[in-house]
């Protein structure tokens, strides 16, 4: 299995433009999270699916922010419009319904805003 | 409302010597305590998991304490290689099994 793959690996974009980022979970994983890391904040959780279903997005930071899982292969988080605060790398992870506790990450989006 | 600190210091050690990472939380009864390795421009990959009535868990040259009257987990390499140098972050999870992460700490084994 090739893991978690993530695209783009960079993004730069100006402030006001839509971002979107790309996840594919790796087969056969139930749950899919997105989290964002800064130096400020360490890793934090933004959203997680189970079977494609949002479960819990209460670490999404405002409305500008959304993600959609709308099959078991694909989810995308958007930002819009995006600002400069915005400025993180963002990781998805997957996991098994048998193992929640062990995440895999993909090599993440660094993401800036200018 | 929940904390997990780890040290923002650097651990610097020499290559051969014991690494000993320290993991501590308030306000939080986690079931679950894991360990993460973070290599720079990586996602974190997991290493280890331990559960509140396991005292201490092993896997080649890491080892894994977990102390829930301290609220506290130690994480040890021994034989420290170059090769360890990296960022640890250790995540605590309850019933929920989603995981919370401490902002890690950075290793640096000298040759």
């Known amino acids: 299995d090739a893991g978690v793959i993530q695209s783009p690996r960079h993004e730069v974009t100006e402030m006001g433009q839509e971002v979107t980022l790309r996840c594919k979970p790796i087969?056969?994983?139930?749950?899919l999270f997105w989290y964002r890391q800064t130096m400020m904040r360490g890793l934090e959780l933004l959203i997680y699916?189970?079977?494609?279903?949002?479960?819990?997005d209460s670490g999404m930071p405002e409305d500008r922010f959304s993600a959609k899982m709308p099959n078991a292969s694909f989810s995308t988080l958007k930002i819009q419009p995006s600002e400069p605060r915005d400025s993180a790398v963002y990781f998805c992870?997957?996991?098994?319904?048998?193992?929640?506790?062990?995440?895999?990450f993909g090599p993440g989006t660094r993401l800036t805003v200018l | 409302s929940q904390k997990i600190e780890q040290n923002s210091e650097a651990l610097n050690i020499q290559e051969g010597k014991t690494a000993t990472l320290t993991c501590n939380y308030t306000?939080?009864?986690?079931?679950?305590l894991q360990w993460y390795r973070q290599d720079p421009g990586r996602g974190p990959v997991f290493l280890l998991l331990?559960?509140?009535?396991?005292k201490e868990k092993r896997k080649e040259r890491l080892k894994v304490t977990f102390d829930t009257t301290l609220k506290q987990s130690l994480f040890h390499i021994t034989a420290s290689q170059p090769a360890d140098s990296a960022t640890y972050l250790c995540?605590?999870?309850?019933?929920?099994?989603?995981?919370?992460f401490g902002r890690g700490t950075s290793l640096i084994v000298h040759p």
């Open positions: 992870a997957s996991s098994p319904r048998t193992s929640l506790n062990e995440q895999f």
């Open positions: 087969s056969g994983h139930d749950y």
């Open positions: 699916f189970n079977n494609n279903v949002p479960i819990d």
């Open positions: 306000n939080y009864s986690p079931a679950y």
């Open positions: 331990i559960r509140e009535n396991e």
């Open positions: 995540a605590l999870s309850g019933g929920s099994y989603i995981p919370t």
